[in-house]
């Protein structure tokens, strides 16, 4: 299995994910976005690779940058409850991680993006970018594998 590194670094040099809107995290957002939040190690790793990414060059397959989540998500929460964190978004499918289990193998939660339950569990980040890598960008391989299904909608 490939860490954050080896992921950013395939999908940099292989032509085939189109990997578009990278940049380098804002320090000054980074503390901001990790003062408010209890996150991921490797989340964070691939914060401080980049500030969110689109394959395809389309917004079907978005990493959703920090300006976004900090402004955008929080206006428009969509019904989810607290403990949670919209990451991206990827083939009519919202990323989310549970803040309640950022110490865990078991954080990021994949689900339908019109509602809020029917969410499976897929470990990690790096769990699902390789398993998204492995599959040459077939998204739907979680629901084979994941564990749920989970309500995050508000309580």
Request: proline share 3%; with cysteine.
């Amino acid at each position: 299995m490939k860490n954050i590194h080896e992921i950013m670094s395939l999908l940099e040099n292989d032509s085939f994910w189109e990997l578009c809107n990278t940049h380098s995290a804002d320090p000054e957002l980074l503390r901001k976005f990790t003062d408010k939040y209890d996150l991921p190690e490797d989340y964070l790793d691939l914060l401080n690779i980049t500030d969110g990414f689109k394959l395809f060059h389309a917004g079907d397959y978005t990493m959703n940058d920090m300006a976004w989540t900090l402004e955008v998500a929080e206006k428009y929460h969509d019904g989810w409850c607290e403990n949670v964190l919209e990451i991206g978004y990827f083939m009519d499918n919202v990323l989310l991680i549970d803040l309640n289990k950022t110490h865990t193998d078991q954080y990021l939660f994949v689900g339908p993006s019109c509602v809020t339950d029917g969410f499976v569990c897929v470990g990690t980040v790096t769990d699902f970018l390789n398993g998204l890598i492995e599959n040459h960008g077939d998204v739907p391989h979680w629901m084979a594998c994941g564990t749920g299904p989970y309500d995050f909608g508000e309580k």
